[in-house]
């Protein structure tokens, strides 16, 4: 791994205050025809020198599924900007659930996400 980057697991990005188990519901129809219904960021990466922080948000048929440590059933894969003069440490768990609530696949379309609730 060279100097530009970093990567943490997660529960490194709890900070105060900030439970380690967030994760947000929202319900989702994958390509199978399952419904997916429980969110979790399991891999978060810091492109430095890219101003880049790239994490995964596994998704799971429901919280049970999660904590029986069922596969996910859905990865959606992430990139969000670092805003100029934020340090990395500055992105918690809920800064980057909150990007997905707002994330649009593209301009003209929905977040499908938009109205996604904490777990």
Known sequence: MSSASVA???ERLAK???SLKMAI???QITATGATVEYW?????NFRLTAG???FILAGYLNKRAREDEREPQKLERFDMAIPEGTAHEAITRKVLYDFVKG???FPAAEAPFADAADA
Do not use: H, L, T, Y
């Not at 979790?40 to 978060?44: A, C, L, S, T």
């Open 8 to 10: 943490f697991a997660p």
């Open 40 to 44: 979790r960021i399991v891999d978060v």
């Open 25 to 27: 519901i929202k319900g």
């Open 52 to 54: 880049v922080v790239s």
């Open 103 to 105: 994330w649009r696949p």
């Open 16 to 18: 105060r205050g900030e």
